[in-house]
């Protein structure tokens, strides 16, 4: 792998396995993996995740990001729509190459298609999902 995720807080490779698996955040890997654009907004992985506080949500998307698995993205101010999320949350170049290699994506797939079916989604949500996105993320 190109890039040593996780050393910014001295994690070898065995214990960045652990850290992404634990429950919370591998949840918030997994919906991340079963958007649409695969860049939630934060909104929509609170939404996702309705037993977690918001707080803690966000607590775990900063540990992601801060680890290299996850980067959050925004849109230019001439993209950002009034009413509409700037913010989103997608995996990292290195991210995504981690959890290839340790056989982490094998359902990414099969996140997608249950995604699709979730049927009693808020009507925020729904436009959130709808919203623009940064280009070329």
Known sequence: MSTD????????????????????????INNILQHPDQLPSMYELEELNPSVSDATVYKHIQKLIDAGIVKEVALDDDQRRQGYPWKFYGLTEEGREFLQEHN?????????????????????MVKYENAPRPDGV
């Not at 994690?11 to 850290?19: A, D, G, K, N, T």
């Not at 094998?106 to 298609?113: D, K, P, V, Y």
Request: charged share 25%; no cysteine; proline share 2%.
């Open 104 to 124: 982490l994506l094998a359902a990414e797939e099969t996140l997608q298609q249950i995604y699709e079916t979730i049927s009693d989604k808020p009507e925020k």
């Open 5 to 28: 995720l996780g050393t910014a807080d001295g994690m070898e490779s065995r214990e960045l396995v652990h850290f992404v698996t634990q429950q919370t955040r591998f949840a918030l």
